[in-house]
């Protein structure tokens, strides 16, 4: 499924703040540091304190990293969650975004949770209170607290903020691209002139 947003600051920061309540508990992003988050998304300070950082130590200039120690993730479900700061360049925004809503319930695994796109997978669904719980043929047992129209979205919001940590130089290459873009076109003109000006001078000497 193809999720549709727009990929820009507000969808991106509203992912942050998704991804920060829902998934870092488990997931790192070590790609990213806090201080980015105000340089290339807007953010203040004060706001990626309350509502990215957890309350674990973290550095304002430290990697967002996962406060759940690997070796305990591992007891705990088998394996560590893996880091997810290149995933949507390694498996895209349309799986993420399937994966994320393909979650049934299947009382036969240990965390009570499958998936169609990923059999077996040792993630449970902790999506599941705001999206819902199915079961293996798509019946609700549980209806979510959102809408689904309004989980989709917010599911959506968290592949955008995927997509930037994959490659957070993104919104400066944008914003820096046209001046870029122009010194470029600016140098071609004077290229232009200088070898017009060139070849009339080479003529004059053949004459």
């Not at 004060?46 to 304002?60: T, Y």
Request: aromatic share 14%; hydrophobic share 40%; proline share 9%.
């Amino acid at each position: 499924m193809t999720p549709h947003y727009t990929f820009n600051r507000t969808t991106v920061i509203a992912g942050a703040r998704y991804f920060a309540d829902h998934c870092m508990a488990c997931h790192s992003v070590s790609s990213l540091r806090y201080e980015y988050l105000r340089a290339d998304l807007g953010m203040t300070k004060k706001e990626v304190e309350e509502d990215i950082m957890l309350p674990n130590g973290a550095a304002w200039k430290g990697q967002i990293v996962s406060p759940m120690p690997p070796d305990m993730a591992a007891k705990w479900l088998g394996k560590p969650p893996p880091n997810l700061s290149h995933m949507d360049r390694y498996l895209g925004s349309k799986f993420i975004y399937t994966y994320l809503l393909s979650f049934y319930w299947d009382p036969a695994r240990p965390s009570g949770w499958n998936n169609y796109v990923f059999p077996m997978v040792a993630m449970p669904n902790i999506l599941a209170p705001w999206g819902g719980t199915v079961g293996p043929k798509g019946q609700v047992i549980f209806p979510g607290r959102l809408s689904p129209a309004e989980y989709h979205k917010n599911v959506a919001d968290v592949v955008a903020f995927l997509r930037y940590a994959s490659d957070p130089s993104y919104f400066t290459r944008m914003a820096i691209g046209p001046y870029v873009i122009g010194i470029m076109v600016l140098f071609t003109i004077l290229a232009y002139f200088l070898k017009a000006a060139y070849w009339i001078d080479l003529k004059k000497k053949r004459k």
